[in-house]
């Protein structure tokens, strides 16, 4: 049975209103935020490892600045959504703890290998462009701090997207072998893409509540659908073929239908057992073992500079 406060704050939310950090809320609805804010921080993080892997070869000085930049972002975006999780009471080594125990899952796509060049430019086009599409619609998510991360988010994701399909044009201008690169990056990053928005509609757990909530403002098939019709056609924009053989223009539905998804796969991963899983979550633990002095140093020196201020 809903108690009065769960019915204002329903009317709130169906009024379009933003849900601020110290107003009255569902201890559902902070729980679930808290999931999922974090879980993103998670993946903006995480996702700075197979891109960094090429920091040290990108083929040219310009291309290094840019994707040394880009990694950056990640990181800021990563920041920006511990802070806003941590307005739900949620503290930063509990966040950090429960991605170490395997409790809070980051996204699947980043426990894939980074094996070429072109790989960089399949991440930047195929993998920011389906975090835009998704974050997009979570500029209107109902938790104000979340909302307002989002938009500031989007605007370089797009810068991202952009330097994605730079690389992924340059390479389809090139020689035989710098498109057979190309085709072979988007061969092995185009299913787990789809996998990004998560599991059909029917299948997600969290949806019918969230979106209940406002927390999420549209379906996981939804988005996918949005972002396929979009990548197919910048695909074949610059002469690279989509790895699906049900891909198919539906006129009477203005989508294309495009084939099953590998949902073992999907599972696999996010369980834990993805190509990469294991060698991302130890980098992870030992880049957070070898910060310790620094925020250890950081605290130490926060408690001086107040002593002295309180002397
Ligand atoms: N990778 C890893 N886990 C996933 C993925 C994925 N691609 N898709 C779904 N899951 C997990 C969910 O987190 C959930 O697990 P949990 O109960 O342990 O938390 C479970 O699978 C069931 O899925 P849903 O009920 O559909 O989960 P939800 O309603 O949270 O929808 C979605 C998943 C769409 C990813 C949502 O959480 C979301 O929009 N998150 C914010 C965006 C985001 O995290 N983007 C990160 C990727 S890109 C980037 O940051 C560069």
């Given at each position: 049975?809903?108690?009065?406060?769960?019915?204002?704050?329903?009317?709130?939310?169906?009024?379009?209103?933003?849900?601020?950090?110290?107003d009255w809320m569902p201890e559902g609805y902070r729980k679930n935020l808290i999931r999922q804010m974090s879980q993103h921080a998670h993946s903006e993080v995480v996702g700075e490892q197979p891109e960094g892997n090429w920091i040290t070869r990108a083929p040219s000085l310009e291309r290094k600045a840019i994707?040394?930049?880009?990694?950056?972002?990640?990181?800021?975006?990563?920041?920006?959504?511990?802070?806003?999780?941590?307005?739900?009471?949620?503290?930063?080594?509990?966040?950090?703890?429960?991605?170490?125990e395997g409790k809070a899952k980051y996204a699947s796509i980043?426990?894939?290998?980074?094996?070429?060049?072109?790989?960089?430019?399949?991440?930047?086009?195929?993998?920011?462009?389906?975090?835009?599409?998704?974050?997009?619609?979570?500029?209107?998510?109902?938790?104000g701090p979340y909302a307002r991360a989002m938009i500031r988010i989007c605007?370089?994701?797009?810068?991202?997207?952009?330097?994605?399909?730079?690389?992924?044009?340059?390479?389809?201008?090139?020689?035989?072998?710098?498109?057979?690169?190309?085709?072979?990056?988007?061969?092995?990053?185009?299913w787990p893409a789809?996998?990004?928005?998560?599991p059909h509609d029917g299948e997600s757990a969290h949806s019918a509540q969230s979106m209940k909530w406002k927390i999420k403002r549209r379906s996981n098939d939804d988005l996918r659908q949005q972002w396929v019709d979009q990548a197919v056609q910048q695909a074949h924009a610059i002469g690279l073929e989509v790895p699906?053989?049900?891909l198919t223009w539906n006129e009477e539905r203005g989508h294309y239908d495009f084939g099953p998804i590998d949902w073992d796969e999907f599972n696999?991963?996010?369980?834990?057992?993805?190509?990469?899983?294991?060698?991302r979550l130890a980098h992870h633990k030992k880049a957070h073992d070898d910060g310790a002095w620094v925020r250890e140093a950081m605290s130490a020196y926060d408690a001086k500079r107040r002593a002295k201020s309180s002397a």
């Open positions: 049975v809903a108690l009065p406060d769960e019915h204002k704050f329903q009317a709130r939310i169906d009024a379009e209103e933003k849900i601020e950090p110290k994707l040394l930049a880009k990694v950056q972002d990640e990181a800021g975006h990563g920041l920006y959504l511990y802070s806003a999780a941590e307005t739900l009471g949620a503290t930063r080594d509990e966040m950090i703890e429960a991605l170490h980043f426990n894939y290998p980074s094996l070429t060049w072109a790989d960089i430019g399949a991440i930047g086009w195929l993998v920011d462009s389906a975090a835009i599409v998704n974050q997009v619609s979570l500029q209107n998510t109902s938790y605007k370089e994701e797009s810068f991202h997207q952009r330097q994605g399909y730079h690389i992924m044009m340059t390479l389809m201008d090139g020689s035989d072998e710098q498109k057979a690169m190309a085709q072979d990056a988007i061969n092995r990053w185009w789809m996998m990004m928005f998560g699906d053989d049900d696999r991963v996010i369980a834990g057992d993805g190509p990469c899983n294991r060698q």
